[in-house]
């Protein structure tokens, strides 16, 4: 008994062409296509060693993670990246995954393109979310209640504030010890 499988109804190049123009791309000088929509990470897709490469934007943490690990579950369940070929990369909070360069479908570079369009298209509710949070912190402090602002020279005046002594140049950078004045 032998399983056959055969891919049907491929979508139209044009359809795919439609959806992979929301994603905001360039192509580098080697190159690479670079998709920038994410809040997270910076998708790469290079098309002479089939890959597709996730780099974190900021500082890798639990989100940036999930994030990565989002995208490359989305990759496998579509058919796109083998899950066993998911790892990390030589740069710091980078996963990459394998997809398979030689196969014999016409437009592959489209059909991860339109893959990842359908990644971000589901990551849009998490990226308005911090897109939100955002606007609304720059307005909190562009914009302060009464409540969290006071009118000029209501602060009281003191010859000496905070925990700088203007005499002791050697407390800024942790050398208080190591200074004798005489």
Do not use: C, W
């Not at 359809?15 to 920038?36: C, P």
């Not at 066993?84 to 394998?98: H, I, L, M, P, Y």
């Not at 196969?103 to 990226?127: D, P, Q």
């Not at 562009?142 to 700088?164: C, I, M, N, R």
């Amino acid at each position: 008994m032998s399983i056959k499988i055969s891919i049907k109804n491929q979508l139209p190049l044009d359809i795919m062409e439609g959806e992979i123009k929301k994603l905001d791309m360039k192509r580098s000088l080697s190159g690479q296509i670079m998709v920038f929509n994410h809040i997270d990470m910076d998708i790469v897709l290079d098309e002479k060693t089939g890959k597709v490469i996730a780099y974190s934007k900021k500082d890798f943490g639990e989100l940036v993670y999930k994030s990565q690990n989002r995208l490359f579950e989305y990759l496998f369940k579509k058919g796109v990246v083998s899950p066993e070929s998911v790892k990390g990369t030589n740069v710091f909070g980078a996963f990459e995954a394998v997809y398979p360069k030689e196969a014999k479908v016409e437009h592959l570079t489209e059909i991860v393109l339109y893959n990842i369009a359908g990644f971000m298209e589901s990551e849009s509710e998490y990226i308005k979310s911090f897109e939100h949070t955002d606007e609304a912190e720059d307005e909190r402090l562009l914009h302060p209640d009464k409540e969290d602002s006071t009118e000029l020279g209501e602060v009281p005046q003191e010859e000496k504030k905070g925990t700088l002594s203007p005499g002791y140049p050697g407390y800024y950078y942790g050398l208080a010890g190591m200074y004798r004045y005489e």
